[in-house]
């Protein structure tokens, strides 16, 4: 067997590094295995084997059925035992590993091997008859539903009939003889779904699951993971056939996660749970509520001992916070996973400072660490302290944060009403993967059942979404829509509350308050500072948001849209009476009635961002947007004629529709804006500039210093725009100067958001001391694509047809618009070396994006305030991958 074609490896021939053939699980078990700790023995099959079944519809690579077969019969070797022997069974599980971890998104099956022949030698062996029917009736369950596709409804209504009739509330009351018949209704119900018997020869159910946990790559709930969690479809996943060992076996076994730091906080303390007489899907599924951690050293003292040793030994050696999967049986422990723990955005920061100030890694392996989206956590609302609400109840504090929406009892429906707009808090006894679409729309869940690290609260920590997991005392009727809580009913749309840091739950609308950030976020912001090259400005176009910017780091604004200015509707009609003026004096009386507001708007963000430097867009209104509808002025003009309405006010209507009809254009993006606009209107243009400036001098005069102000001309497409613009701005600029006797330094440039602009940067850049890449409009005037439209119709079907790879509109399109960009800076600079060019648009907020415009040269990115963050710590790594990418070439 060639290398090439290898598709299955022994435990003992892996290791860390060998993670993207043996998946995260496959890698991890080899690592502590290779470094002492003790694990289940077990082989792999590749995440290659995988990806060749995928792209062959389903069928596998040649040889590997023989190979999995030959591992098989290594294992049986290894451990003395053989599948399906009545005598001495090996019973294995089969376990999806993929490269990034997914939690809870792919499929288990546990137990296999057991049956008919084999379940009496499991409990002879054990010493546990009822534990032998345990595993087997898991088993069935378990194969029954991820193999077979049985619905879980089938397994679970069973059983909870058997629990009722019996007069007992858990699993763990039923009996030996009470399993035995669950066994046999089982069996029944399976074939009774599947038209016939199941095969019970275990090396074909074995085939056959590994095959299903390939499969499992493909269903939707990890589809919409990945899509969430941006990991690429083809990577595929290994699957672990591993030695079971046994959490079930009785009071002195035991099944468990924990973490070496809490994922929630990122302190430095025990943090995890176990479950008595228990396999390890009962913990991560939320079926039963689990112990602390900390009660283990009681009832299992000496495996609570080598846990204890084992989390410190893996911390060391992965140095970073490691999340574990164990299993207790008969008082021994065994290692089932360890992985990177997933955590919150507080969390990673104070354990990047944390392994920083131990020397256990350097400022620049912190950063890295740290995925930049999830920095947006940290901006999350919290409830007001000041309110006077009393909880409902109390569950476990799984994520943190506030959440408030309408209680909503079904994923699905969640998701729909999300999606919409509505807020919506997803409320269920617990959560499966399946789930995952409705939680990614949700403000927060709570759940009746689970841990601190069941599936709710991993995922939704991940996200970043506030999770109130085991909450007590609830009892919720899905079908009816209802949560009750003793004499408190909520029902499906009413108003609720989670306090994802206290466990609280609140049946009311609280207050929240702004985030506090903290001394974790403003150090490690500073190291990112320290490090990159782009600066970081924002999109702000009121002081609020200037304001804001600023105190996340901003370091100026990239992008003020002065039409912004304009939606409220009192400034509406100054706007109307602009662009429908039907001479110069008419548009003249406009202007001068809206200057003084321009004036006082720059002047509160220019007070805002003393100091920094500020890029006021001039006008770039869409004349759609800011005259009035024609159906509607038609209508209006109608119905003061048939009222016989006031010769003179019908007449100023009429001309005012004459106007609308005249203006009126059937694609507006296109049409008479931006520079088109004040080309045909010079007074408006003048009249911005001259706001500007006073703005700029009252803010000087009254606080002692001012910005240094940047003037945008927006949507040109030829050096003579441009050219005509600058020479009408800097008049006014030049003229407001003179009558103040003051000297400020004026850049006056352009944004590039059209093709044309891109192609002819070094014509343009003669008369531009800047370049601002508008890169929502480059994008749609490169694609030809509505973004609106788009995002609202067949880019979805596009995204999952794998037609784009992401949305354009989000993250930048490097082949495309991204060239552009590439081509516009080389030319730019080619013909003004001392140009400045930055970019604007929404991408400046997108880690991939980011370290496109800083492989690309730009000085600067402006993004939304809230990304700011975002942008500072993508820009740090962009510098520390190009270091370690020459690292890697210099070698």
């Known amino acids: 067997m060639t290398d090439q074609h290898r598709y299955v ?16 699980k496959g890698a991890g078990v080899a690592e502590m295995n290779r470094v002492g700790v003790p694990v289940p023995d077990a082989f792999t099959v590749t995440t290659e084997a995988c990806v060749e079944t995928m792209r062959s519809d389903g069928e596998w690579p040649e040889g590997l059925t023989g190979q999995i077969s030959e591992g098989l019969k290594r294992l049986e070797e290894r451990t003395g035992m053989t599948l399906g022997d009545p005598d001495n069974p090996l019973l294995v599980s089969v376990r999806s590993g993929a490269v990034m971890s997914m939690p809870g998104m792919m499929d288990t099956i546990l137990n296999l091997g057991i ?27 378990m194969y029954g539903e991820v193999v077979e596709g049985v619905d879980s409804h089938v397994y679970e209504d069973a059983l909870t009939a058997m629990k009722a009739d019996r007069g007992v509330e858990s699993d763990t009351d039923l009996t030996a003889e009470d399993l035995k018949e669950l066994v046999d209704t089982f069996k029944r119900l399976s074939n009774e779904k599947l038209g016939g018997n199941w095969t019970t020869d275990p090396r074909e159910q074995l085939i056959r699951a590994v095959d299903a946990v390939f499969r499992s790559w493909l269903n ?63 913990v991560v599924a939320g079926i039963r509520t689990p112990e602390p951690l900390a009660e283990m050293e009681t009832v299992l003292p000496e495996a609570y001992k080598d846990l204890i040793d084992t989390m410190h030994k893996m911390e060391a050696h992965y140095r970073d916070m490691q999340d574990m999967e164990f299993t207790v049986e008969n008082s021994k422990l065994y290692l089932l996973q360890t992985r990177n723990g997933k955590r919150t955005a507080a969390a990673a920061l104070k354990v990047a400072r944390d392994l920083v100030a131990e020397d256990v890694i350097s400022k620049d392996e912190a950063l890295m660490r740290i995925a930049p989206d999830q920095l947006d956590q940290l901006l999350h609302e919290a409830i007001d302290p000041d309110h006077t609400e009393k909880p409902v109840t109390e569950g476990l504090p799984a994520s943190p944060g506030a959440a408030v929406g309408k209680a909503v009892f079904d994923a699905d429906e969640a998701a729909e009403r999300g ?10 006894f617990e959560t499966t993967p399946d789930d995952i679409h409705g939680v990614i729309v949700s403000q927060g869940v709570l759940t009746a059942h689970g841990g601190m690290t069941s599936h709710a609260a991993v995922v939704a920590r991940g996200m970043g979404k506030p999770c109130v997991a085991g909450a007590r005392g609830i009892k919720i009727d899905a079908g009816a829509g209802t949560l009750t809580v003793g004499e408190t009913v909520i029902h499906d749309g009413d108003m609720i509350t989670l306090n994802g840091s206290t466990g609280e739950v609140f049946a009311a609308e609280l207050p929240l308050i702004p985030p506090q950030i903290n001394e974790d976020f403003e150090e490690v912001l500073g190291w990112a500072d320290d490090v990159r090259r782009l600066g970081v400005e924002a999109n702000a176009d009121n002081g609020t948001d200037a304001a804001k910017a600023r105190e996340l780091g901003a370091e100026g604004i990239g992008l003020c849209r002065t039409e912004h200015m304009f939606f409220g509707a009192e400034r509406l009609p100054a706007i109307h009476e602009m662009i429908t003026a039907e001479t110069s004096e008419e548009r003249k009386t406009a202007v001068d009635k809206i200057l003084p507001m321009q004036q006082s708007d720059f002047e509160e963000i220019f007070t805002a961002m003393k100091g ?36 003179a006010d019908v007449d100023k209507e009429r001309r005012l529709l004459a106007q609308v009809k005249k203006l009126h254009e059937q694609n507006p993006m296109l049409g008479t804006r931006g520079v088109r606009l004040a080309m045909l209107y010079p007074e408006i243009p003048e009249m911005q500039a001259r706001a500007i400036i006073r703005a700029v001098l009252a803010v000087l005069e ?49 944004m590039i958001e059209l093709p044309r602009a891109a192609l002819v940067a070094d014509k343009i850049a003669e008369y531009a001391d800047f370049f601002s890449f508008g890169t929502n409009d480059l994008t749609q005037t490169t694609l030809g694509i509505s973004r609106d439209d788009a995002e609202n119709g067949f880019l979805t079907e596009y995204l999952q047809g794998k037609v784009l790879a992401q949305n354009p509109f989000a993250s930048i399109d490097v082949d495309g618009v991204g060239q552009l960009v590439a081509g516009a800076v080389e030319k730019g600079r080619a013909a003004k070396p001392g140009i400045e060019l930055g970019v604007c648009g929404e991408h400046g907020g997108d880690p991939d994006s980011v370290h496109f415009f800083h492989r690309t040269g730009l000085d600067y990115v402006s993004c939304s305030p809230f990304r700011v963050p975002i942008a500072r710590f993508s820009a740090a790594q962009a510098v520390i991958e190009e270091r370690s990418g020459a690292v890697e070439r210099d070698k």
């Open 702 to 750: 009254r606080e002692g210093e001012t910005v240094d102000i940047h003037i945008m001309i927006p949507l040109v497409f030829t050096p003579v725009e441009l050219e005509a613009q600058r020479g009408i701005v800097s008049a006014a600029v030049a003229d407001e100067l003179e009558k103040a006797g003051k000297q400020v330094d004026v850049k006056i440039g352009t």
């Open 419 to 428: 999606e919409k707009g509505e807020k919506v808090v997803l409320v269920r």
């Open 9 to 24: 490896y022994d435990l003992s021939e892996g290791n860390a590094d060998m993670k993207p053939l043996l998946g995260g």
């Open 612 to 647: 920094l430097p500020v890029t006021v867009r001039l006008l770039d209104p869409p004349l759609h947007e800011f005259l009035p509808n024609l159906v509607e002025q038609s209508l209006k003009v109608q119905e003061m004629e048939l009222t016989g309405a006031d010769a």
């Open 115 to 141: 049956s008919d022949d084999t379940v009496e030698a499991v409990g002879r062996k054990a010493g546990n008859e009822r534990f032998a029917w345990d595993c087997y009736r898991r088993f069935i369950q």
């Open 220 to 282: 939707p709930r990890a589809f919409v993971y990945r899509k969430a969690n941006k990991i690429p479809d083809d990577l595929g996943t290994a699957v672990n056939v591993m030695q079971m060992v046994f959490g079930n076996r009785g009071d002195t076994s035991a099944t468990g996660v924990c973490f070496t730091r809490n994922p929630a906080t990122g302190a430095k303390e025990l943090y995890g749970e176990f479950l008595l007489n228990a396999q390890g899907e009962d």
